[in-house]
């Protein structure tokens, strides 16, 4: 038996295709986390609680609105949003009235929150697990280079540059971006030029949960919608946010590609072992770069 | 004044006489304590038992029970976990003081209780658990499998896919005992009939893996004749969603037991992929057979859905109950141990047998297609074939073997 007979070139591209498709989830709820994480300094270990919300919730949008075609894009535009106002209340409720607290105790916080949300989404949509049809237009696949690529991967695919393209925006070139930067540096010198910083954490946490959401959203037609998909996102996230520097946007975007790739191609390489191959990249970064690849906002 | 202090003399006999009447009742029933996972996504099978269990019991009960005592079943919710099942089981011997214990989908709990019910000379009797070790390795006099176990998928699917002209062959499934198990067991057999076939490799993946596309585009570049997936439970339906939307399952045709089931392909409705091979113990519609149609008859009116596979086991288990305390002549644990060793039932599928040596119970295996039927909103299978239960159960010495070690 030769070496690796299924590296040839075409299989090699879908497989990193599919990669970078599966990357383009992990970096959109990644950077949630990670503008929380940097701005407001919360580790919100409920950030996977909320994308299991969002896919939940696209769910049952999606159903409500089975009879026409559309169904899925209403629930991806609404179940965001839904999960930011969830996002908008635990701000607004609870976390305002922490920020002078130790990181540890923002942790047991939010650990709390995923219990809670766990118990919410066993209420609201039962114990069992549900399923989702991808929309109409994306159904099937594209043939590339021989090789069949799901088409609402390529869709996913062409979504991660753009959500990269505007938080770049966002983070750089609006006023909001600038202050928030600013306040991840130095909140209490921000204050005190005359800037309400308040709003502005409480305009990031719902970002970053709108983030969460999105990601649910996404996901939702292509996996099972269960519980327990809080828990497997949550870690592989933190470990894209941790390789790419805490609080860094295009660290979590670095994250996820690695992530993703490394996910892929372990399986065509060595299908046996397939599962390994992320988390070693994880201990290889860490242990040449401690502090992530890009520079930590803390 | 007198005459109320007789009417309360009376009164106070009255009911006396009621309680001792209603507790001599209570103690002629005959109880069932059924632990299971009825939370979490396990809850999709185990209903299907526990709603059929209640319907045969129902049945027995209006036809006059078990020498006139009730047949009576409890429940107990194991979330999946072996402390809270075991602990669970405990519970319902200790206080509830249980005849005879039933459940569960998860191997591990099957296990442990297995051993407990051994311990106290309880009857278990195993609903959906597919460890062959149950039955194999770490059988015994108390304990008895109603379904289909990882060494009969594998005899089953390696007959059937013998007749199919693949040779080479790609193995995938979960990381985890129940997809190893499927996997070698289905191989070593297959290797046996078709000593030609080639394994091209295999590929693990975790337990609740959300998204098998990479894996299917990676057993594309392979080039395989047919692939064997080994993966259970709900982690099918993810794998069916990846395979449709690839077309996997028209470019390599692929096996996955329960593929066919309707438990399976009922979240993924139409588009579920055609062309999956895949084995069950049990279709609605098929065997089309009277007493097949009468009993979906009377699920789908009970419960208004249509019975998986789960409801034979459920189905079968009751009916074992009634007819070994039948056979044995009175309530009795070792007469009804003895008289369930080698007994016939009737059941949805036909009748069906208690093997005697190993306590399993001798199952057929439906192996079929999937395809869209006309009016109906979940894929069937098509072009079934039956494995008989003979061709599919392990050899009993193989069982001693195991047994000995």
Excluded at chain 2, 201 to 227: C, H, N, Q, R
Aim: net charge neutral; with cysteine; glycine share 8%.
């Amino acid at each position: 038996m030769e070496l690796f007979p299924s590296l040839s070139f075409s299989v090699l591209c879908i497989q990193i295709l599919v990669g970078l498709s599966k990357a383009t989830i992990l970096f959109i709820v990644a950077s949630g986390l990670t503008l929380i994480l940097g701005v407001l300094r919360i580790p919100n270990l409920a950030h996977g609680s909320l994308y299991m919300i969002g896919a939940f919730t696209t769910y049952s949008i999606a159903t409500a609105f089975s009879q026409s075609n559309l169904g899925f894009w209403v629930a991806l535009l609404l179940a965001p949003l839904v999960v930011a106002l969830i996002g908008l209340i635990m701000e607004q409720g609870l976390f305002r009235f922490l920020y002078k607290r130790d990181h540890l105790m923002m942790l047991l916080f939010t650990f709390s929150f995923t219990l809670v949300f766990a118990d919410l989404v066993k209420l609201v949509w039962g114990s069992d697990y549900r399923s989702l049809a991808v929309p109409k237009i994306f159904q099937g696949s594209y043939l590339l280079l021989g090789m069949p690529f799901p088409r609402y991967n390529l869709f996913l695919l062409l979504l991660g540059p753009l959500f990269a393209a505007g938080l770049w925006y966002l983070t750089n070139r609006t006023l909001l971006g600038k202050i928030s930067r600013a306040a991840a540096v130095d909140r209490e010198m921000v204050g005190a030029v005359g800037v309400n910083v308040n709003l502005v954490y409480a305009a990031v946490f719902v970002l970053g949960c709108y983030l969460a959401g999105i990601g649910g959203a996404l996901v939702a037609p292509t996996q099972n919608i269960s519980q327990g998909m809080d828990h497997s996102i949550i870690i592989e996230i933190f470990l894209i946010v941790i390789i790419g520097g805490l609080g860094n946007v295009w660290g979590a975007l670095l994250g996820a590609v690695i992530f993703g790739l490394t996910d892929a191609i372990g399986i065509l390489v060595a299908p046996q072992f397939g599962i390994v191959f992320p988390y070693l990249a994880v201990i290889t970064v860490l242990t040449f770069r401690p502090k992530g690849l890009l520079k930590s906002i803390w | 004044m007198k005459t109320s202090l007789r009417f309360f003399c009376f009164a106070a006999l009255v009911c006396c006489s009621l309680l001792t009447v209603s507790s001599a009742f209570a103690a002629k029933t005959i109880k069932v304590g059924i632990v299971d996972t009825y939370s979490g996504p396990a809850s999709t099978y185990t209903n299907d038992v526990r709603d059929a269990f209640a319907l045969a019991a129902g049945k027995i009960n209006a036809a006059g029970g078990i020498f006139g005592q009730q047949l009576e079943f409890i429940t107990r919710d194991s979330k999946f976990k072996v402390d809270l099942g075991l602990s669970a089981a405990k519970e319902l011997v200790m206080r509830e003081e249980v005849d005879i214990l039933m459940g569960t989908i998860n191997s591990s709990l099957a296990l442990a209780i297995s051993n407990f019910a051994k311990q106290e000379k309880i009857p278990f009797l195993v609903t959906f658990a597919k460890s062959a070790k149950i039955t194999g390795e770490k059988g015994h006099r108390y304990v008895f499998s109603m379904n289909e176990n990882t060494a009969m998928i594998g005899k089953a699917a390696a007959a059937g896919l013998a007749k199919k002209p693949y040779t080479r062959y790609w193995i995938a499934g979960d990381d985890y005992e129940y997809g190893h198990a499927v996997a070698d067991a289905v191989w070593e057999n297959l290797k046996q009939l078709k000593p030609e076939v080639k394994l091209l490799g295999k590929s693990w993946w975790k337990v609740g893996e959300p998204d098998f596309t990479p894996y299917i585009t990676a057993m594309l570049a392979e080039k395989p004749d047919a692939v064997i997936i080994a993966t259970g439970g709900r982690d099918c339906v993810p794998f069916l969603k990846a395979a449709q939307a690839t077309g996997f399952n028209t470019q390599v045709p692929f096996y996955m037991h329960t593929g066919t089931e309707v438990s399976t392909l009922k979240p993924l409705g139409l588009s579920a992929p055609e062309g999956v091979i895949g084995t069950a113990n049990y279709h609605s519609y098929y065997p089309d057979t009277v007493e097949n149609r009468a009993f979906v008859a009377e699920f789908e009116k009970a419960y208004g859905r249509t019975p998986a596979v789960g409801a034979l086991y459920g189905y079968i288990a009751a009916q074992f109950i009634s007819e070994a305390y039948a056979k044995a002549g009175e309530v009795d644990t070792e007469k009804f141990i003895d008289a369930l060793e080698g007994l016939s039932v009737d059941s949805p599928v036909g009748q069906v047998t208690m093997r005697a040596e190993d306590h399993q119970v001798m199952l057929p295996m439906f192996m079929g297609v999937t395809t869209k039927a006309a009016g109906k909103s979940v894929l069937v299978a098509r072009d079934i074939v039956t494995i008989s239960a003979t061709e599919a159960m392990p050899s009993l010495d193989a069982i001693r073997k195991a047994r000995q070690n």
